[in-house]
């Protein structure tokens, strides 16, 4: 039986003075921020949280990837010492930071994992049915820690090689659209590991039709535990009346998936900015959001919407100026 989340409450409709300056987007998202805390003004938020669901992805064998297998266990290492762009930039924007593994190719000890690594969705499935329950739940049940520890507004990422080609997938998928339509550079790929990339969205897309109108079969079959995972937070974080700043194409795909099971969640999520990949820009449209930025960055990985982080606290700063 599918996880049944709760009925995703309105944001409060509050109405904001009008004799104050304008500042385009800051001041369109100022209103965003004020209706998501009930205010007729934006508070800085005081416990921003970036939240990492890291996983392996098996379709990177296929050569979708510039990256090595072993690339997750390394950037995990690194991101807790602080020493990638992520770590750098939340740190600055005040903002902490949690990882959970939930599909890494690691002999570490991992109290979330629900495999080493996920199916190679051109040709086997991502999950097993209990394990995208389990992965959906794990984001669920990290959507309330972070909530009730405090945060007032969430980051999701992913972390892992080959993310990008389930979660091109998945939007393919939702959207009706073409495999090569969807298919970006992700981690910088050359033009031979981008045919073989559209190839594996091909047939993985030819495998997940079938499943279309049902979310969590169609995580089973193309998309992972990383992307299972986010789509329960991203559920849960609007169920829990807490916003949400998305950033990057698995976070977007995994927002599509939430929409579905938790109708009106995407009233709680904004776009950090719009990636150069084309599935990510496909997906926002299809959520009817428009991002705060063209930062012109192409992977996802929480680092955009870190960068903007400080914005947030601008944007609700200007909304008390006369």
């Known amino acids: 039986m599918p996880i049944e989340f709760a009925e995703v409450p309105r944001p409060d409709d509050v109405r904001r003075r009008t004799n104050r300056p304008r500042f ?15 205010r007729p003004e934006p508070t800085a938020p ?38 990638t762009p992520l770590g750098l930039l939340a740190e600055r924007a005040g903002a902490g930071l949690r990882i959970v593994d939930v599909a ?43 909530v009730d520890e405090g945060a007032d507004l969430l980051v999701p990422a992913e972390l892992g090689t080959g993310a990008s080609t389930p979660a091109a997938t998945l939007v393919a998928a939702l959207t009706g659209t ?7 550079r992700g981690s910088g790929i050359d033009d031979n590991a981008w045919m073989r990339k559209a190839a594996a969205i091909r047939d993985a897309l030819r495998r997940a039709k079938p ?8 995580l089973r079959t193309a998309g992972g535990a990383d992307l299972a995972a986010l789509t ?24 599509l998936l939430a929409e579905e099971i938790a109708p009106g969640a995407r009233a709680w999520w904004t776009a950090a900015h719009r990636s150069t990949e084309p599935a990510q820009v496909l997906a926002l449209e299809h959520l009817d959001l428009e991002p705060l930025l063209d930062l012109g960055i192409a992977e996802g990985s929480g680092t955009g919407a870190a960068l903007v982080l400080p914005l947030v606290t601008t944007a609700a700063s200007l909304g008390h100026t006369r």
């Open 232 to 255: 329960g937070f991203l559920a849960q974080a609007a169920v829990r009346r807490t916003p949400v700043l998305l950033d990057g194409l698995s976070v977007c795909a995994a927002a």
């Open 46 to 83: 005081q416990r921003p949280r970036v939240v990492v669901f890291a996983a392996d992805h098996g379709v990177a064998a296929r050569g979708v990837s510039a990256r090595s297998p072993e690339y997750t266990r390394e950037a995990i290492r690194e991101l807790r010492a602080g020493g």
């Open 24 to 38: 385009g987007r800051l001041d369109a998202f100022g209103d965003w921020l004020a209706a998501r805390q009930g």
């Open 178 to 184: 073409e495999p090569v339509a969807v298919v970006g």
């Open 211 to 218: 499943v279309v109108t049902e979310p969590f079969d169609l």
């Open 104 to 146: 890494v190719d690691s002999d570490e000890e991992s109290e979330f994992r629900v495999r080493r690594r996920s199916g190679s969705i051109d040709v086997e499935d991502a999950l097993t049915a209990e394990e995208t329950e389990a992965a959906v739940e794990i984001g669920r049940r990290i959507a309330d820690a972070e």
